[in-house]
């Protein structure tokens, strides 16, 4: 692959869209078009929506709170972060963010290198037309993330259930 020498344009309300779960991804850069060296994404969380925990064996994630507040956990730390905030979690770390909030948050999501976009548009799903909301997570949906997630490098610790 070979970088865009013209640069990217992406304007607001532009680039492929997915819902992973409630949550919506937009896709503003994609490794086709960086040449696999970063991906972005705009993503808006629902109230209460986000990720459980995880882990990334390939790439970096970095975080900017656009709008709203977002809990963030890396490794054993919890976070708060509202609009302005920058989070970066290195590949390896355990990490996860929720909107424990009752609006929508909005956040800007930097993977280096590219590649987890791949796993989003797998799994996610796809916008087509009109943006309306997103719909909780099936089991279906669970089997789909966690059987795709290793071909990624992504480990998803499950929930720990009280025996």
Known sequence: MTINQNGLFVQSGQGDS????????????????????????????????????????????????????????????TLTATAGTFLYSPKGQLHRFTNTTQTSAKLLIWVTPAGFEKFIAEVGKAVNGQITTGAALTDEDLHNILTAAPKYGIEIIPPQTDA
Do not use: C, M, W
Not at 25 to 53: D, R, S
């Open 18 to 77: 997915y819902f992973f779960g409630q949550d919506l991804y937009t896709f503003k850069a994609i490794g086709e078009e960086t040449g696999n060296a970063y991906a972005l994404f705009e993503v808006i969380v629902a109230p209460q929506g986000g990720t459980p925990p995880h882990r990334h064996s390939h790439e970096h994630e970095s975080f900017f709170v656009q709008d709203g507040e977002i809990e963030f956990q890396l490794d054993d730390q």
